[in-house]
């Protein structure tokens, strides 16, 4: 099993940036993908970023893409997501997600809010 904790959300004003981090324990994350997801009010959790386990591969969503960045430590068993030039539709809350073919390992997210 693996226990992911989100953290690095908040409120912000649109063209800012936010880091967020998520840190893994219960068991090392280097053998799996990890992802980002994200959940605005009243809409379907959706796809933001996900990286390969040694970071060799990135995919984006075209939503965020050139704006947000994933990135892992596999040494600090951590994954992060920065995320430039937020819009207020990136208002959601972020879940980190761990696995292989699948993502069966959640957190249970951080709230980031961009105002207008």
């Known amino acids: 099993q693996v226990q992911l904790v989100e953290s690095g959300g908040g409120l912000v004003q649109a063209g800012d940036s936010l880091r967020l981090s998520c840190a893994a324990s219960?068991?090392?994350?280097?053998?799996?993908?990890m992802a980002w997801f994200r959940q605005a009010p009243g809409k379907e959790r959706e796809f933001v970023a996900s990286?390969?386990?040694?970071?060799?591969?990135?995919l984006y969503a075209d939503s965020v893409k050139g704006r947000f960045t994933i990135s892992r430590d596999n040494a600090k068993n951590e994954v992060y997501l920065q995320m430039n030039s937020l819009k207020p539709e990136d208002t959601a809350a972020y879940y980190c997600?761990?696995?292989?073919?699948?993502?069966?390992?959640w957190g249970h997210g951080t709230q980031v809010t961009v105002s207008s």
């Open positions: 997600a761990a696995g292989t073919t699948t993502y069966p390992f």
């Open positions: 219960g068991r090392t994350i280097s053998t799996y993908s």
């Open positions: 990286i390969g386990w040694s970071g060799a591969w990135t």
